[in-house]
């Protein structure tokens, strides 16, 4: 389970594909209707990356850009089973809530 949503939301949109910061949250934004804070944003890449689950692109020009990140092979597991994970709580909640067809 990840500490905070934000690590969730960060990793399903560079599941679409490498992206820097700013482009990061701007796919946040189209997803969930909001962007997060700069203080939330990077410390969830941080912890990320820490963990191993997204990592930087390497650029070939030696020249100081944003880093743009990708999600790394066990970063797509983590939100594979994080993702299935959700949506059989979602379900549940649903049918609970009358909502869902049992």
Known sequence: MYSTDAQLVVLTVLADGPRHGYA??????????RKLGPG????ALTRLEARGLVEPVAEDD???????MRITDAG???LRAELEQLSRVARAGLRALGAEPA
């Open 40 to 43: 939330s944003l990077y410390g």
């Open 76 to 78: 797509r597991e983590s």
């Open 62 to 68: 030696g020249q100081e850009r944003q880093r743009i």
């Open 24 to 33: 990061i949250n701007a796919a946040i934004e189209t997803l969930t209707g």
